[in-house]
T-cell receptor, first 116, second 114 residues
Framework: EPEVTQTPSHQVTQMGQEVILRCVPI?????FYWYRQILGQKVEFLVS????????KSEIFDDQFSVERPDGSNFTLKIRSTKLEDSAMYFC??????????????FGPGTRLLVL | AQSVTQLGSHVSVSEGALVLLRCNYS??????LFWYVQYPNQGLQLLLK??????LVKGINGFEAEFKKSETSFHLTKPSAHMSDAAEYFC????????????FGGGTRVLVKP
């Protein structure tokens, strides 16, 4: 069964460093998402991406964050200058059709980011 | 704006007993509701979803949930717990005015006792 994959599974970085989290969505999917979960808190929406542009972003997704689909398979989240509060589990998700919010989002296993 | 409340961050059940996980939502538009499960070191996996068809929704692994608009609830049940049901369960909501973003509850961790 096709699945969303994410690399790395764990990342440790120093405050102020740039990190890139990578995701390979399911191959025929059209919508891509990033969510994050700070330890002990809810899973929060960051950004959605469709047709090579951001379709929606949350207040969390400020200028320090960017997303890119550099080729036909990868979807990346870049954090330019990490802060301690960026420490979280980051989930990538994808959905099959631009059919609206009832479409199932399929999630990857997550990247646990620790900023020291 | 939308929100989800899951009552109980931890639930302990005996093997063979009923599993009941509570989810209440708030939404200004007709909601679409989802239950996801997360096993250790894995991603969120869809259990079931409500998208305005039948109010009683059956999902994988014997789970089902009932949408009750009057109670703004979407509780998840399974008649007989199995050891393999030990995981964390997340309720989420979205709607036509919310774009495609999911708003999640805080999650409920289920422990199954032999």
């Amino acid at each position: 069964e096709p699945e969303v994959t994410q690399t790395p599974s764990h990342q440790v970085t120093q405050m102020g460093q740039e990190v890139i989290l990578r995701c390979v969505p399911i191959s025929n999917h059209l919508y891509f998402y990033w969510y994050r979960q700070i330890l002990g808190q809810k899973v929060e929406f960051l950004v959605s991406f469709y047709n090579n542009e951001i379709s929606e972003k949350s207040e969390i997704f400020d200028d320090q964050f960017s997303v890119e689909r550099p080729d036909g398979s990868n979807f990346t989240l870049k954090i330019r200058s990490t802060k301690l509060e960026d420490s979280a589990m980051y989930f990538c998700a994808s959905s099959a059709l631009a059919g609206g919010p009832q479409e199932t989002q399929y999630f990857g296993p997550g990247t646990r980011l620790l900023v020291l | 704006a939308q929100s989800v409340t899951q009552l109980g961050s931890h639930v302990s059940v005996s093997e063979g007993a009923l599993v009941l996980l509570r989810c209440n939502y708030s939404s200004s538009v007709p909601p679409y509701l989802f239950w996801y499960v997360q096993y250790p070191n894995q991603g969120l996996q869809l259990l079931l979803k409500y998208t305005s068809a039948a109010t009683l929704v059956k999902g994988i692994n014997g789970f089902e949930a009932e949408f009750k608009k009057s109670e703004t609830s979407f509780h998840l049940t399974k008649p007989s717990a199995h050891m393999s049901d030990a995981a964390e369960y997340f309720c989420a909501v979205t709607g036509e005015a919310a774009g495609n973003k999911l708003t999640f509850g805080g999650g409920t961790r289920v422990l199954v006792k032999p």
